[in-house]
T-cell receptor, first 114, second 115 residues
Framework: AQKVTQAQTEISVVEKEDVTLDCVYE???????LFWYKQPPSGELVFLIR??????QNEISGRYSWNFQKSTSSFNFTITASQVVDSAVYFC???????????FGAGTRLTVKP | AAGVIQSPRHLIKEKRETATLKCYPI?????VYWYQQGPGQDPQFLIS???????DKGSIPDRFSAQQFSDYHSELNMSSLELGDSALYFC??????????????FGEGSRLTVL
């Protein structure tokens, strides 16, 4: 079964600092999909990005960027110039091609202080 | 744009009671997922439906059941509630067309508290 590890339980930074959230995954499938979700204090899960296993291109979206490296089974997420509104729990998740069970990591709680 | 609608948003029940959560997926989405997120935990997959048929089953207790109706909305029925069932229950939908990998659009969740 697939597995997602987010080793960082909590991270605290000061506003405007850059921060990287780590995600390491395990799967036996050759076709799989990786996701990042944000869960702010209000509780909803907000989709941030989706990557399939055949697309190792890194992506940048505003202050957010993602580094997907199959060689190390990692899909790390960097927030540049963090803001207080970035404070949330961030989940990395993995979905396999023929398995409906999207598996989440334990989440990383990011606190951005003013 | 219409999102996934879950009701009720908050629910308080006593032990051994029954609860029903409802989920209305995004229009034209054919796949619904239910997740349970305990306090401080990551969301755990319970069950999914594709075109009104159960497509996969995760860590859903036998006391729970779910179904997807002809209008694609789904209901999660929980009986003989236990204190440990207190959690945030998420419904998510996607346009699956029988394949995985699409992004899941989550509702805002239904918070169940069992006293």
């Amino acid at each position: 079964a697939q597995k997602v590890t987010q080793a960082q339980t909590e991270i605290s930074v000061v506003e405007k600092e850059d921060v990287t959230l780590d995600c390491v995954y395990e799967t036996r499938d050759t076709t799989y999909y990786l996701f990042w979700y944000k869960q702010p204090p209000s509780g909803e899960l907000v989709f941030l990005i989706r990557r399939n296993s055949f697309d190792e291109q890194n992506e940048i979206s505003g202050r957010y960027s993602w580094n997907f490296q199959k060689s190390t089974s990692s899909f790390n997420f960097t927030i540049t110039a963090s803001q207080v509104v970035d404070s949330a729990v961030y989940f990395c998740a993995l979905s396999e091609e023929f398995n409906n069970d999207m598996r989440f990591g334990a989440g990383t709680r990011l606190t951005v202080k003013p | 744009a219409a999102g996934v609608i879950q009701s009720p948003r908050h629910l308080i029940k006593e032990k051994r009671e029954t609860a029903t959560l409802k989920c209305y997926p995004i229009p034209r989405h054919d796949t619904v997922y239910w997740y349970q997120q305990g306090p401080g935990q990551d969301p755990q997959f319970l069950i999914s439906f594709y075109e009104k048929m159960q497509s996969d089953k995760g860590s859903i207790p036998d006391r729970f059941s779910a179904q997807q109706f002809s209008d694609y909305h789904s209901e999660l029925n929980m009986s003989s509630l236990e204190l440990g069932d207190s959690a945030l229950y998420f419904c998510a939908s996607t346009l699956n067309s029988g394949r995985n990998g699409g992004e899941l659009f989550f509702g805002e969740g239904s918070r169940l508290t069992v006293l």
